[in-house]
Antibody, heavy 121, light 107 residues
Framework: QVTLKESGPALVKPTQTLTLTCTFS??????????VAWIRQPPGKALEWLAR???????FYSTSLRTRLTISKDTFKNLVVLTMTKVDPVDTATYYC?????????????WGQGTTVTVSS | DIQMTQSPSSLSASVGDRVTITCRAS??????LSWYQQKPGKAPKLLIF???SLQSGVPSRFSGSGSGTDFTLTISSLQPEDSATFYC?????????FGQGTKVEIK
């Protein structure tokens, strides 16, 4: 069974760095073609794709957030980490990680439950 | 970035109705298009991948079509449990992008 779970602080202050961890099971990032993405959703708003990391450690970022985001992986520990620097109240959102299996042309087939982050002083 | 535009933004339909949601890409994305369903307080769920392939376990009343820039999600006979927001997403070019969502309500 494939599962993903996001974890991180529920509350961060403006200008701080946010670190989120996606811990997964049931698949491996060492599998050819496997990828993991981060997506967020501000309250009452649409989904926003943030970043992706591939098996070969290729990394891709949202255009508007690329200077503030870093994605990394630990294949042996089955986790993917997303850091966001200089957070602002507009970064308040539910953050999801999702698996992108090989061969699906980019469809995110299994998602975590999400973790809610509030940016406030 | 490729912009994804969904229409309508919301709709209200009766149980048993045929419902169609459209998604337009700002440039050709071949069939690199997925559809997701999201219910309040829940994570999105994959319905359709590769524009028209039904994800395992998804009811056959859901179908997708299209290629290039114009895509459609159809619910052939709307059921009460289909009340949700639906999103399209392109994976042709990074950064990947989502549509703004279509909220489907049951009359």
């Amino acid at each position: 069974q494939v599962t993903l779970k996001e974890s991180g602080p529920a509350l961060v202050k403006p200008t701080q760095t946010l670190t989120l961890t996606c811990t997964f099971s049931g698949f491996s990032l060492s599998t050819s073609g496997m990828r993991v993405a981060w997506i967020r959703q501000p309250p009452g708003k649409a989904l926003e794709w943030l970043a992706r990391i591939d098996r070969d450690d290729a990394k891709f970022y949202s255009t508007s957030l690329r200077t503030r985001l870093t994605i990394s992986k630990d294949t042996f520990k089955n986790l993917v980490v997303l850091t966001m620097t200089k957070v602002d109240p507009v970064d308040t959102a539910t953050y999801y990680c999702a698996r992108i299996p090989p061969g699906g042309n980019g469809a995110m087939d299994v998602w975590g439950q999400g973790t809610t982050v509030t940016v406030s002083s | 970035d490729i912009q994804m535009t969904q229409s309508p933004s919301s709709l209200s339909a009766s149980v048993g109705d045929r419902v169609t949601i459209t998604c337009r890409a700002s440039q050709s994305i071949s069939i690199y298009l997925s559809w997701y369903q999201q219910k309040p307080g829940k994570a999105p769920k994959l319905l359709i991948f590769d524009a028209s392939s039904l994800q395992s376990g998804v009811p056959s009343r859901f179908s997708g079509s299209g290629s290039g820039t114009d895509f459609t999600l159809t619910i052939s006979s709307l059921q009460p449990e289909d009340s949700a927001t639906f999103y399209c997403q392109q994976s042709h070019t990074t950064p990947w992008t989502f549509g703004q969502g279509t909220k489907v309500e049951i009359k």
